[in-house]
Structure formats: structure tokens, C-alpha cells
């Protein structure tokens, strides 16, 4: 079965300390994609990044890296130097193929991360 | 472009009223989906269409129907609205082969 686990359900940091939200997830498929999106207060969903399986390589956008491990299924998200504006909650989500071929995400239940001033 | 649009942004139901989430999207997406959003839960997959007239129950189908008449809308009923359905509600879409999946705004139905 498809499953992401997202461990940690609230975080608080106070500004501009380092924060990492974990995100481990299950799957028997191969090839997938795995997602993070970030939800603020307003409610809508904000797509940060998108990593497909067979590629590992972490990737850094500005304040924001990702570490891809195959080996311990996890894709985790890190946050320099955390912002106020950074506070939101951040889902973790997993692509996978259904019956008749379409895909759809697995989320996970989310982090919410406060940054305080 | 406006991307996915849904409509109403807020409703309030009494148990047992019925209505329909209208979503759409002006990209000529080809798959849609809809989604709750419960504190603690996640986001869950209600129904999801992969073209039009063809849909397909996701995670939590209960209590919910829909329809693709059109490519560009996806429909989501209620059609006795329990308390257990308030939520918010979000309708994605992405093109085939590329998993992105654009949300909406989101929907707060409230059923008292």
C-alpha cells in the first residue's frame, strides 16, 4: 500500500533558525513522484517541488533543499534561515499510478510549522 | 488563464440538503480530481475523472457524486448532506504525463 508519514505534526522556531520537516513514504512501485506543497494560512495549496524516483539529487531554491534517500524512503525538506512568512502547513505527497493509468497523490497528514518573530 | 476555479468559496448546509461543487479549469487538462481537507487528515481523494465522461472513486467516495460532461468542469454532489461532510474541498487538475496537479481555491461547506 501507498503511504506518506509526516511524523511531526507541529513545529515552532523562532526566526531565522534552520527547520527540517521529515516526510518518509511507502510504495511498491518503481517510478513515482514524490511532492511537497505548502499550504498558508490563506488556504490555498502553493506546489514547492516536484522529484521523480530515479532521480537523488538534492535540490536547493533559495532558502529551500530537499534530501531525496532512496535507501530510507524519505524525502525531507529543510528551511534556512526560516521567515515568518514561512509559516504554513507543508505537506508531503506521493504520486502513484492507478488501474486505469492516471495518477493521483497520497498525502501526507502535514506539518504545520510556526516561525515566530 | 485563471487555472482551477471552484465555486462557492463558503456554504452552509442543513443535514440532509443536497447541492453540487462546480470546479473548473481553462487548461485543457485532461485529468481531475477532488479532494477533502479534514484538521489532522491530510488531504484525502473523493472521486477523480481521467477524461471526459469517464470518473473513478478515489480514497473516501461515499456520500459523493460526480460527473464530466465537460472536459473543462468537474462536478462534485452531495445529495444528503451529513454533518460528516463538512470540510474543505479542493478540485486539482493536471495534463496527462505530467503529474503537477494544479489546485483550486478550495470550497468551506459547513452542514449543520
Known amino acids: 500500500a501507498q503511504k506518506v508519514t509526516q511524523a511531526q505534526t507541529e513545529i515552532s522556531v523562532v526566526e531565522k533558525e534552520d527547520v527540517t520537516l521529515d516526510c518518509v513514504y511507502e510504495?511498491?512501485?518503481?517510478?513515482?513522484?514524490l511532492f511537497w506543497y505548502k499550504q498558508p494560512p490563506s488556504g490555498e495549496l502553493v506546489f514547492l517541488i516536484r522529484r521523480n524516483s530515479f532521480d537523488e539529487q538534492n535540490e536547493i531554491s533559495g532558502r529551500y533543499s530537499w534530501n531525496f534517500q532512496k535507501s530510507t524512503s524519505s524525502f525531507n525538506f529543510t528551511i534556512t534561515a526560516s521567515q515568518v512568512v514561512d509559516s504554513a502547513v507543508y505537506f508531503c505527497?506521493?504520486?502513484?499510478?492507478?488501474?486505469?493509468?492516471?495518477?493521483?497523490?497520497?498525502f501526507g497528514k502535514g506539518t504545520k510549522l510556526t516561525v515566530n518573530p | 488563464n485563471a487555472g482551477v476555479t471552484q465555486t462557492p468559496k463558503f456554504r452552509v448546509l442543513k443535514t440532509g440538503q443536497s447541492m453540487t461543487l462546480l470546479c473548473a479549469q481553462d487548461m485543457n487538462h485532461e485529468y481531475m480530481y477532488w479532494y477533502r481537507q479534514d484538521p489532522g487528515m491530510g488531504l484525502r481523494l473523493i472521486h477523480y475523472s481521467v477524461g471526459e465522461g469517464t470518473t473513478a472513486k478515489g480514497e473516501v467516495p461515499d456520500g459523493y457524486n460526480v460527473s464530466r460532461l465537460k472536459k473543462q468542469n468537474f462536478l462534485l454532489g452531495l445529495e444528503s448532506a451529513a454533518p460528516s461532510q463538512t470540510s474543505v474541498y479542493f478540485c486539482?487538475?493536471?495534463?496527462?504525463?505530467?503529474?503537477?496537479?494544479?489546485f483550486g481555491p478550495g470550497t468551506r461547506l459547513t452542514v449543520l
Open positions: 510504495t511498491r512501485d518503481t517510478t513515482y513522484y
Open positions: 486539482a487538475s493536471n495534463r496527462w504525463g505530467i503529474n503537477e496537479q494544479f
Open positions: 505527497a506521493l504520486s502513484i499510478i492507478t488501474q486505469g493509468g492516471s495518477e493521483k497523490l497520497v
